[in-house]
């Protein structure tokens, strides 16, 4: 059975500063990862998606890495600013069976002024 | 502008009161699915569907039903809700393919209260 942790399960960091996510998964054979957004209360925001043969995408200030052998994803955040606090959802699709998406808890972030 | 669309948004309801929670994706995609957020349980899967007259149960499908008549709607119906049914409800879509799988489009939640 497909689990997803992610560690720390919260991180304060003044501004300005770059930090690290991180998402491990018991089984390599997933399809992709995604990595979403969720402000308190709200919806999903798909930041990232890595296929499964690939090493990392880049958006903006984001970066993922996947490492799928080792089942490891890390999440970085060049610059944090206040506005990027929320919590960060960790996601990889299962293969197989009913194709879902299996998350972590998250990772609740705070970036103080 | 390509989007999940859920309706109601929040709803304060009462126990055994049928309700039914819509869910509709505008980019033709095959893939439809719900989840359920709760605190400390994060999201699990409900039901799924891959495509029309096809639907099959998730990790937590009990006290649920679900339908996919057209391609693009996929609603969530609670015959008889109970309190534990409070919960953060996501609808979300994809397309499937051989291969290379598409991200996962997320509707914006449905908050149900069940009294």
């Known amino acids: 059975k497909q689990e997803v942790t992610q560690i720390p399960a919260a991180l304060s960091v003044p501004e300005g500063e770059n930090l690290v996510l991180n998402c491990s998964f018991t089984?390599?054979?997933?399809?992709?990862l995604q990595w979403f957004r969720q402000d308190p209360g709200k919806g999903l925001t798909s930041l990232l998606l890595?296929?499964?043969?690939?090493r990392e995408q880049t958006s903006g200030r984001l970066n993922a890495s996947l490492d799928k052998s080792s089942g490891r994803s890390t999440l970085y955040i060049a610059a944090s600013q206040p506005g990027d606090s929320a919590t960060y959802l960790c996601?990889?699709?299962?293969?197989?069976?009913?194709?879902?998406?299996?998350f972590g808890k998250g990772t609740k972030l705070t970036v103080n002024p | 502008e390509a989007q999940v669309t859920q309706n109601p948004r929040y709803l304060i309801t009462v126990t055994g009161k049928k309700l039914t929670v819509t869910c509709s994706q505008n980019?033709?995609?095959?893939?439809m699915s719900w989840y359920r957020q709760d605190p400390g349980l994060g999201l699990r899967q409900i039901y799924y569907?891959?495509?029309?007259?096809?639907?099959d149960k998730g990790d937590v499908p009990e006290g649920y039903k679900v339908s996919r008549k057209e391609k693009r709607n996929f609603p969530l119906i609670l015959e008889s809700p109970s309190p534990n049914q409070t919960s953060l409800y996501f609808c979300?879509?994809?397309?499937?393919?051989?291969?290379?799988?598409?991200?996962?489009?997320f509707g914006p939640g449905t908050r149900l209260t069940v009294l």
């Open positions: 979300a879509s994809s397309y499937l393919g051989t291969g290379m799988y598409d991200e996962q489009f």
């Open positions: 089984d390599s054979a997933i399809y992709n």
């Open positions: 890595i296929q499964s043969s690939q």
């Open positions: 996601a990889v699709r299962a293969q197989g069976g009913s194709e879902k998406l299996v």
């Open positions: 980019m033709n995609h095959e893939y």
């Open positions: 569907s891959m495509n029309v007259e096809v639907t």
